[in-house]
């Protein structure tokens, strides 16, 4: 090639090269899931205003979602944050870095998951009418078709030997977890509802008729009832005390073997929501408008409140005498146990999934698109500190009491067995 043409091409190979090789595709080094996460403090939050709400900044994600996918869940258990996609995608990260360590389709995207429940060192949950549980690294564990005649209404529990849940067919199944056939069964007026709880010797579940019963969990024996005045989402049981929301404003608080009333507190709006329960605290939910934290032990008959915060959504962690909450304004509002007050209140773009931790300090947040923020206070060390969850767990297994008799005070439903 001539000297002139070859001078005369070099304007146009820099342009093509310009072209191939611009600023917005050069190649990048690939990345771990761990590394890949942004080590950057949450965007619109300066690092004095978390110091001045004791809190620090820990890490951020930020997750593929794929193609027209959402977050709709974000919960977290024994130090693990898992995040749920409207298409039953199931994420597990490392609550203390945010690191990645798996992830899993759970079941066909269309199916509705019911809320979680755990057993052990394990999760599960109804995908339609498909229990499904998992253990913390991932895998299947357990997998089982409940007869579609049985079609699900409320979450599920589950004891060694025995699968529990409520059905539209106005039912409530006692079922063996091997082969999913009906242990026991009771009949009720209406479908059980909303979330039940089992304990060592029995199961607790509510209705749509405002009933809540109390049966024996390896026999169809009731041990007491109680019907609230409204609507209830379910029930909760820890230690010595039976907590039930309901929508006649009340919070009732029992003794969960005799069915003694402990106490009630009236909340002055309905209770849609189930409780957040600390060792010392219950954080209750008033309709749509404010967020109650009452003491768990008061020392007069109706409770005991601590404060009442306007907007207050839920509780996103506890530490000391400090509680850290999200408003429905989107604004972390630190409140003093203690002193019964508000300290401060700091706006945090991008929230709309929260996991409500009442095991250890923790605060994680997410955006729909797949952010995730970890704060925690600053005098909390979560890698020296082991999580332990505070409501009771899942029983081994259920096993009657045989000294345990039912409260002769409470009278028998006319339907509650077939």
């Known amino acids: 090639m001539p000297k002139k043409s070859f001078f005369n091409l070099i304007p146009a190979i820099v342009l093509i090269s310009l072209i191939v090789v611009g600023p917005g595709c050069q190649t990048q080094p690939q990345t771990t899931d761990a590394e890949s996460m942004a080590i950057s403090g949450p965007v619109g939050v300066s690092e004095e205003i978390l110091t001045k709400a004791g809190l620090n900044f820990v890490w951020s994600a930020n997750l593929n979602m794929g193609r027209a996918s959402d977050i709709k869940q974000v919960f977290y258990h024994n130090s693990k944050l ?37 057993y052990q060192n394990s999760l599960f949950f109804l995908m339609g009418n498909t229990f499904i549980q998992i253990n913390d690294k991932g895998h299947t564990i357990k997998k089982l078709q409940v007869n579609p005649n049985y079609p699900a209404s409320t979450s599920a529990a589950r004891s060694e030997n025995y699968l529990y849940l409520g059905s539209l067919n106005k039912r409530f199944y006692c079922l063996k977890i091997d082969n999913g056939i009906a242990h026991w069964q009771n009949r009720c007026n209406r479908e059980p509802v909303g979330t039940i709880t089992l304990t060592s010797d029995k199961v607790y579940f509510v209705t749509a008729d405002n009933w809540l019963y109390v049966s024996a969990a390896t026999e169809r024996d009731l041990a007491w009832k109680f019907q609230a005045a409204g609507e209830l989402p379910g029930v909760i049981v820890d230690n010595d005390q039976c907590l039930l929301p309901s929508a ?26 189930m409780p957040v329960i600390t060792s010392d605290s219950i954080y209750q939910p008033v309709g749509h408008s404010s967020l109650l934290c009452l003491d768990r032990y008061p020392g007069k008959k109706n409770g005991s409140v601590r404060w009442v915060l306007d907007e207050g959504l839920a509780l996103l962690a506890q530490h000391n005498n400090l509680s850290y909450v999200l408003t429905r304004n989107q604004e972390i509002t630190v409140m003093d146990n203690k002193l019964q007050q508000r300290k401060m209140s700091f706006y945090l773009p991008d929230v709309d999934l929260f996991a409500r931790n009442n095991e250890d300090a923790m605060i994680l947040l997410a955006s729909r698109s797949g952010k995730i923020i970890a704060l925690k206070p600053l005098d909390f060390d979560p890698n020296l500190i082991k999580s332990k969850p505070i409501t009771s767990p899942q029983a081994d297994d259920a096993r009657p009491d045989d000294s345990q008799e039912p409260n002769p005070d409470q009278e028998s439903p006319d339907k509650f067995e077939e």
């Open 82 to 118: 898992y995040v749920l996609n409207n298409r039953n995608i199931l994420w597990a990260l490392d609550g203390r870095t945010g690191a990645i360590e798996w992830s899993r389709v759970l079941a066909g995207p269309n199916l509705h998951c019911s809320p979680v429940q755990y």
């Open 248 to 273: 006649d404003t009340a919070l009732y608080c029992f003794d969960p073997e005799t069915g003694k009333m402990l106490w009630k507190h009236l909340c002055g709006g309905s209770l849609f929501d």
